[in-house]
């Protein structure tokens, strides 16, 4: 079993507090698992019934007859109706129940959905309630208003590289290929072989991803633009883009007109799909977000390495994008920082520049500047990339990341150097 402690500390956290449990994530990120198997053995573990615990895979073909919305509630009423009893509830896959006409009701336009039943099941005092889903339209977006306040997400993300390192069962030290090549998701541990885990995470857009985009968005007429547009964005991960940039990539290579509006609605189905991130600019002395251009990085890299069947294994890009994930796992909202400056040039007029600082991470109280960089083997190197840091000017913690496993230690600047491996399994390690 992979332990994925931090998710079952926050379903700890939040059993029975009256709220819908609404578990996100990409599909395949090991959502029901965590629900079903290691939520489920720790309530057991605490006393809990075998019978108190109604598990419902609703994506099964043994439910179809639940994906009805009223067949639903009238199933999960009649396991629970014993009210000395409190009774976890674990919907599994809930966008396939459908919303259907009100039967009651003749000519209304009066629906029934899996969001009526949810609250309906929350009216009983002995029900907690825990529900799955890939659509984020669905389940994340919109969830506030979907259960009227009464909904709190937790967000699954694939194996975080502290959870697929604890689980690797090969040479400790292969552990970095392994996850910067074939990503984080739990399947593809059990896997043998480039070939096998290759073919399974290409599959994934194939047979479950992309179609999930095209189902979900009638307004998709041709595939072959959402495939480019997203062999685009895996080409250029860590480096700044925006829609207009990609609509001109369209004309220029493939003479197809496709306005900036598309571009960007198609960019935001693979955002609502969980599989990629945008990171936007932040301008840190002035305070302010800049709209364009920004970042995309994709919620597990190995899924974007298959997307590129493998050909750009730029090691300093996908190191960038690991980082960023990690520090979504922990909790922080990471922005692409932006720090302006004025110089002379070497005749004396005055110019201004932009530097970027990698990530902009913040959390509370707490701010963390971050440069990802493959080596600082050099002065000239080292100076490159600390060049943004050095200009902040406040006193929020500044960090270079870098791939060599080094002993952490600070420059004159109070800058701290430390290795990949153990920012990324040390969550402490920065406050060194």
């Excluded at 309530?43 to 994506?59: H, K, M, N, P, R």
């Excluded at 009805?68 to 000395?84: C, F, H």
């Excluded at 409190?86 to 896959?93: G, Q």
């Amino acid at each position: 079993m992979i332990e994925r402690k931090q998710y079952l500390e926050r379903l700890i956290s939040k059993k029975e507090n009256g709220l819908v449990k609404v578990i996100t994530g990409i599909r395949r990120c090991g959502k029901s698992y965590i629900l079903f198997n290691i939520y489920k053995n720790y309530l057991q573990s605490i006393g809990v019934e075998e019978g108190c615990i109604i598990c419902l895979a609703l994506d099964d073909d043994e439910s179809i007859k639940y994906r009805n919305p009223l067949e639903l509630g009238k199933y999960i009423r009649s396991l629970t109706a014993d009210k000395s009893k409190i009774y976890y509830v674990f919907l599994d896959e809930i966008q396939k129940v459908v919303t259907i006409q009100n039967p009651y009701i003749e000519g209304a336009e009066d629906k029934i959905g899996f969001v009526d039943v949810v609250l309906g099941l929350m009216k009983q005092d002995n029900i907690d309630v825990y529900v799955t889903g890939s659509n984020s339209k669905m389940l994340s977006t919109d969830i506030l208003t979907e259960f009227r306040g009464r909904g709190d997400e937790i967000r699954v993300n694939p194996l975080s590289f502290e959870e697929f390192y604890n689980a690797f069962e090969g040479d400790k030290r292969d552990a970095w290929r392994e996850y910067y090549t074939y990503g984080g998701l739990p399947l593809v541990m059990k896997m043998k072989g480039h070939e096998e885990k290759a073919k399974y995470l290409q599959s994934l857009f194939d047979k479950i991803y992309l179609g999930d985009i095209i189902e979900r968005n009638k307004i998709i007429k041709d595939k072959s633009i959402l495939d480019d547009i997203l062999n685009i964005v895996s080409s250029s991960i860590g480096s700044l883009t925006n829609a207009g940039k990609i609509a001109k990539t369209f004309k220029s290579e493939r003479q197809v007109t496709i306005s900036d509006d598309t571009v960007s609605r198609y960019l935001d189905f693979f955002i609502d799909a969980f599989m990629l991130y945008k990171a936007n600019r932040y301008d840190v002395k002035g305070r302010k977000y800049i709209g364009s251009p920004l970042k995309y990085y994709f919620s597990d890299v190995g899924l974007r390495n298959a997307r590129l069947n493998f050909r750009q294994q730029e090691e300093n890009h996908i190191m960038e994008n690991i980082i960023y994930n990690e520090l979504c796992i922990r909790d922080f909202t990471v922005d692409v920082g932006v720090v302006e400056y004025c110089y002379k040039d070497e005749h004396k007029k005055s110019k201004r520049t932009q530097l970027e600082i990698d990530f902009v991470a913040n959390k509370g109280s707490k701010k963390y500047y971050i440069q990802s960089a493959l080596t600082i083997a050099d002065e000239e190197k080292r100076n490159q990339e600390i060049c943004s840091l050095k200009r902040i000017g406040d006193s929020f913690k500044k960090i270079v990341v870098v791939k060599d496993n080094i002993l952490p230690w600070y420059d004159n600047d109070g800058i701290l150097y430390i290795g990949i491996e153990q920012f990324l399994l040390d969550q402490n390690a920065v406050d060194i």
